[in-house]
């Protein structure tokens, strides 16, 4: 089912499938065919999507997935089934990054200034699932994975809504969500 939020295997990593070959292929074509004179503000730009997606992500998590029905209870299908492969649909987080990153970008630019802040936040989404996946999946090998396995397991199991930060934890550090005593969740 294509808007399901439990998927099964294939449909599953075909969302890591399309997002990989997705910065692949622009990755390559941005430098190859994008104007020279653009390359500066461009590498701006795609920096700019980049840092823009982490903010993206905790404000989805922590307002949305926690906050706004239906999001909140299909969200908690994932905490109370943390290793199933639950996630969002691949059609609709391509439709909702097509309307208001490339589209919007497209409108207010051109074509390379867009493809480029697209390029940096689907990096950024793409950063963000394998990040989730391996906190949930994979063993923790390196101190930074251990981190965000620590991080993401904190925010699994407190008591007190936290660590909505997956692949970054800064904006939990800048809105005080860390869970720790004093900050506001």
């Given amino acids: ?15 890591f499938a399309v997002y990989g070959l997705t910065v692949l292929g622009l990755a390559v074509c941005l430098p190859l065919f994008g104007p020279r004179q653009q390359w500066t503000s461009l590498a701006a730009l795609l920096v700019t999507g980049a840092m823009g997606w982490t903010l993206i992500e905790y404000g989805m998590h922590r307002y949305v997935l926690h906050g706004l029905e239906p999001f909140r209870t299909w969200h908690a299908r994932h905490h109370e089934r943390p290793r199933a492969l639950i996630s969002a649909p691949t059609v609709l987080s391509a439709v909702l990054i097509a309307t208001f990153v490339f589209l919007p970008g497209l ?36 101190i930074w994975l251990k981190q965000r396995k620590f991080w ?16 970054c934890s800064v904006w939990d550090h800048v809105f005080g969500s860390t869970g720790r005593d004093g900050d506001s969740a």
């Fill in 1 to 15: 089912m294509v808007f399901s939020i439990e998927h099964s295997r294939t449909a599953y990593w075909a969302d």
């Fill in 107 to 142: 409108l207010l630019a051109d074509r390379w200034r867009a493809t480029a802040l697209t390029l940096g936040l689907i990096s950024g989404y793409l950063v963000y699932s394998v990040t989730h996946h391996a906190t949930h999946h994979w063993r923790a090998d390196s």
């Fill in 152 to 167: 993401h397991a904190k925010h699994h199991h407190s008591l007190r809504p936290s660590c909505y930060g997956v692949s």
